[in-house]
């Protein structure tokens, strides 16, 4: 599950929301179940689960719906919409066992919707007048809500896949070589000077690299893989999550580093960038990024446990202001 604070767009029909909706979670979505939660009349949350299995559905529900909730409670929204992506078949079980247990824990729930092939289809409404049984067609693309997404600058990719693979390693000879040399460095810093000149050096590092991508610069492979080798170091790692977020937190030029340093790193140093990607993205209110972003921190190290921590919070629904109290500050495990 997925869980964002989206940046406000138009809604005032069915299928604005459905054109908004790819642009809440940053990917086209596909075989998943949307839950949009309303505080107000105000969307403060949209997260993305993928449909289960029709059989595992009994299994499946007790656990999506103490998440649903957490979701929805940690923004206090009172109202809610489900949106189903994919057949009947798939979706209208799903809607049918989750629905009962929302509505027992007072939660309103708005609309009920299942999109399939370029129409959506109401379970509330059986007007045929205003929700024929065929389904009403939209089109996301072409929209008032999508032209206001892209002016805002607010993109939207294909498909999960896509976004995935927008993170993916970016393999390459310099690179490979420029990690052995960032090895070398780091073990004759610490032999010189023990584990304080590394942090000073990691220290450095960071603020090196905030310094050249806000200004709309990058890193050479030898500083990526430096600071990559330095972000070992849990002090390291924290101090650049405490001056992320001291950097406001919501500077495009953030996202741009960390996401620059998580694909160019040798793997196996990418946990650290790619957590601190993901908390990065967690501010922006990007939950779907944060979440690919904690599977390659993951990939790359499967005990780190600032990605468990931070991927525990994405799917509770508690919201980044959490992140206003220090959650890697004096973290003595990784």
């Known amino acids: 599950m997925t869980h ?96 009962p247990h929302l509505h027992a824990a007072g939660i309103t729930i708005f609309d009920t919707l299942r999109v399939t092939a370029g129409r959506y289809h109401s379970y509330q409404c059986q007007d045929p007048r205003c929700c024929p049984p065929d389904g009403v067609p939209f089109d ?31 393999a390459s000879t ?17 032999i010189s000077g023990g584990r304080a000149a590394l942090i000073r050096a990691g220290r450095q590092a960071v603020g090196e690299a905030f310094a050249r991508y806000a200004a709309d610069a990058a890193l050479t492979d030898d500083e990526v893989a430096w600071l990559a080798v330095l972000l070992a170091d849990i002090a390291v790692r924290d101090h650049a999550g405490q001056a992320t977020g001291q950097a406001t937190g919501t500077e495009p030029w953030l996202l741009a580093l960390w996401t620059d340093i998580t694909r160019r790193a040798d793997p196996a140093y990418a946990a650290a960038p790619a957590t601190l990607l993901a908390l990065t993205a967690w501010r922006h209110g990007q939950g779907a990024l944060a979440a690919v972003a904690l599977d390659r921190a993951l990939a790359a190290d499967p005990h780190y446990r600032l990605a468990h921590l931070v991927d525990h919070a994405l799917r509770h629904g508690i919201p980044p202001t959490a992140l206003d109290h220090g959650p890697t500050s004096g973290n003595p495990a990784r």
């Open 174 to 190: 310099g690179m490979t070589e420029a990690s052995r040399r960032a090895q070398e460095r780091a073990l004759a810093a610490q």
């Open 140 to 170: 996301p693309h072409y929209s008032p809500t999508t032209v206001h997404a892209i002016v805002a600058g607010q993109t939207a990719l294909p498909d999960r896949a896509a976004l995935v693979a927008s993170l993916a390693h970016t």
């Open 4 to 99: 964002d604070q989206p940046a406000r767009l138009p809604v005032t029909s069915i299928s604005d929301l459905l054109a908004a909706v790819p642009y809440l979670l940053g990917f086209h979505p596909a075989d998943s179940l949307v839950t949009i939660g309303l505080t107000g009349h105000r969307i403060t949350v949209a997260a993305r689960a993928d449909l289960p299995a029709p059989a595992t559905i009994p299994d499946w529900v007790p656990q999506a719906v103490r998440q649903h909730l957490a979701l929805l409670r940690n923004v206090d929204a009172t109202t809610a919409i489900l949106i189903g992506y994919g057949p009947a078949t798939a979706v209208t079980p799903v809607v049918d066992a989750i629905t």
